[in-house]
């Protein structure tokens, strides 16, 4: 088997090639082909890509190039984890809402908007690459805003895909650990869309423990425990961000205070660094900083379901087809899959829960309408995006956040 990563110049890079190694038995790829548009980067990556290779021992082949439709021809699998406008675009997304009042993040908000109206038109340019080169082989992202990516590329293109985030099974892990119980004798019911789900549902031993998980967590998670109690259910943590907004903003308004963009930014010129360490054969523990860990568990499980037919249980991103009541079927959603050799097929969840199914909804409005101004490159109704979105208090703010965040990304955006 052949994979493909494309923006193999990510600092994430090591981590799923450590997941390669570690799954080897499972997904036997005899080929890796690096693809980036960062000469210096892909050549750092790939020296250390063939150095864990074959310190694991692995008599896998591993080159690099930088003409990407070469890179997919004779594909089974490619991996996506691009960054359009690189971390400086990132550092803005989170700046300039800042000014206005709001958080800035890469998936939440104003700042998610702009990374996806970056990105969709890139995704979907190697979506129809893909369809030419090699029609068979399957898409696996983990380039965010990844649930409006996975909208995106389930409306406007036909490449097989799945979309992933490590956020859903490390939540749970974490509720589970919290409880002291088995994984395997536990169930997680997770609902919502991408970084706005939620555990509504704990099940161990065939019991409904619900309540007893939000006690188990009510006091360490990233939301307050007595709305967790009166809420009946555990969200990710970036629903923090809409739970506590005026706390985030005014934590990031501090003065000195760096976003994450600008301490990720510090994170990888050191870990560039040590990439670049001709006696480097692993990845470093400095990684672990840089978040995103456990992609190349769902990455590799996703994979493996594929290559073996397993009909496994994930929760990974799909257009709803039904999932959930609430949502419309062709809008993407995050819940548990049924993965096998036809891809991912989403398990009937029904009505979302009354109290988180407005703002599950609204939110869901704004990435629809997202990724409709990116197909039409339309300022309007990326304008009708950001009205739509909780976090966005009124047109007076609107309005003018727009122009100045279209203005900065003027150059990946040709339409602002």
């Known amino acids: 088997m052949k994979l493909v990563i494309?923006?193999?110049?990510?600092?994430?890079?090591?981590?799923?090639?450590?997941?390669?190694?570690?799954?080897?038995?499972?997904l036997p790829f005899d080929e890796i082909c690096l693809t980036d548009i960062d000469a210096r980067r892909l050549e750092i990556l790939t020296g250390l890509s063939e150095r864990m290779l074959a310190k694991a021992g692995l008599g896998v082949r591993v080159h690099a190039t930088l003409e990407r439709a070469r890179a997919l021809e004779g594909a089974h699998f490619v991996n996506c984890i691009i960054r359009v406008g690189g971390m400086e675009a990132r550092i803005q997304d989170e700046r300039i809402p800042l000014r206005y009042g709001i958080i800035g993040q890469e998936t939440t908000g104003p700042g998610g908007m702009m990374k996806a109206l970056r990105t969709i038109p890139v995704m979907l340019d190697l979506a129809h690459e893909m369809e030419r080169v090699c029609p068979r082989a399957w898409l696996i992202n983990y380039t965010n805003p990844s649930g409006?990516?996975?909208?995106?590329?389930?409306?406007h293109s036909r490449v097989r895909c799945i979309g992933l985030c490590s956020g859903p099974q490390e939540w749970s892990k974490a509720i589970l650990t919290a409880m002291g119980v088995e994984p395997a004798r536990a169930n997680v019911e997770w609902v919502g869309l991408n970084h706005l789900g939620f555990a509504i549902r704990v099940w161990v031993d065939g019991e409904d423990a619900t309540a007893r998980a939000i006690e188990a967590v009510a006091d360490k998670w990233a939301v307050d425990g007595e709305w967790l109690r009166a809420l009946g259910a555990i969200p990710a943590s970036y629903l923090r961000n809409y739970y506590h907004r005026g706390l985030v903003v005014e934590a990031a308004q501090q003065p000195g205070q760096l976003t994450r963009g600008e301490r990720v930014k510090e994170i990888e010129a050191a870990l560039l660094e040590q990439y670049a360490d001709p006696t480097l054969a692993e990845k470093p523990p400095l990684l672990a900083q840089r978040g995103g860990g456990g992609y190349a568990d769902v990455a590799c499980a996703a994979m493996r379901a594929i290559a073996h037919n397993t009909g496994e249980r994930q929760i990974v991103q799909v257009l709803n087809g039904g999932a959930l009541d609430d949502i419309p079927a062709d809008a993407s959603v995050e819940v548990p899959c049924l993965v096998d050799a036809s891809g991912a097929h989403p398990l009937r969840m029904g009505a979302l829960p009354l109290p988180i199914r407005g703002l599950v909804q609204a939110v869901k409005a704004y990435e629809s309408?997202?990724?409709q101004a990116a197909v039409e490159g339309s300022r309007r109704v990326a304008l009708q995006a950001l009205m739509a979105h909780p976090l966005v208090p009124s047109w007076e703010v609107a309005r003018p956040l727009l122009d100045e965040l279209l203005e900065a990304n003027r150059r990946w955006i040709p339409w602002a």
């Open 148 to 155: 409006i990516i996975a909208e995106a590329l389930g409306k």
């Open 6 to 26: 494309v923006g193999a110049g990510s600092s994430y890079t090591p981590e799923l090639i450590a997941g390669v190694i570690q799954h080897h038995a499972q």
């Open 369 to 371: 309408l997202t990724v």
